[in-house]
């Protein structure tokens, strides 16, 4: 690994994380951002990584940089705030950004789905649990959990309990 490659950093940085080393995994895109703080990719992995370490409120920051920086990633950035603002139990703004006409990502759903829940949306939320399954039928919450670096298990408690109340299978 060559110490001055920002993108060969992250990519191993976020591979680290999801192999039970989420502050390594951090450690290594941080110094990756710090090589080239230009890397709208990094600050987009870094948000993610931020709600997996308690920090939802800095994802957000982070979101705001990578689209600064490549506005072509609208998408991910309404993915990465919902995802940030359910985080942060902010159920109607996160409903708000995954319903953007420009949300794209896997989790936009089934996020969606977990914010209506907790809103008492019930119908809504079943809607959008319904469609993710369509295009996601082996998902179940619990394994998703066991795949989910997070620090602190009621963080991914949260995200689960919101699936289970969406109708997500468990």
Do not use: M
Request: a neutral charge; one cysteine or more; charged letters at 20%.
């Amino acid at each position: 690994l060559d110490p001055n490659n920002a993108d060969a950093r992250i990519v191993v940085g976020y591979i680290r994380a999801f192999e039970s080393d989420l502050a390594g995994g951090v450690a290594e895109i941080e110094t990756a951002l710090r090589l080239n703080p230009n890397h709208a990719w990094g600050w987009t992995l870094l948000a993610d990584l931020r709600v997996h370490e308690g920090r939802a409120a800095e994802s957000i920051d982070c979101s705001s940089k990578f689209l600064r920086l490549d506005p072509h990633l609208k998408g991910t950035y309404y993915w990465q705030l919902g995802w940030a603002q359910y985080a942060l139990h902010r159920y109607e703004a996160a409903a708000e950004a995954l319903r953007h006409a420009q949300a794209t990502g896997p989790g936009v759903k089934r996020i969606l789905a977990a914010a209506l829940a907790q809103l008492g949306r019930t119908a809504e939320a079943r809607e959008q649990a319904q469609a993710f399954l369509l295009e996601y039928p082996q998902f179940s919450a619990a394994q998703w959990g066991r795949t989910q670096p997070f620090r602190n298990d009621a963080d991914r408690r949260h995200f689960i309990d919101g699936y289970l109340k969406a109708g997500l299978p468990a």
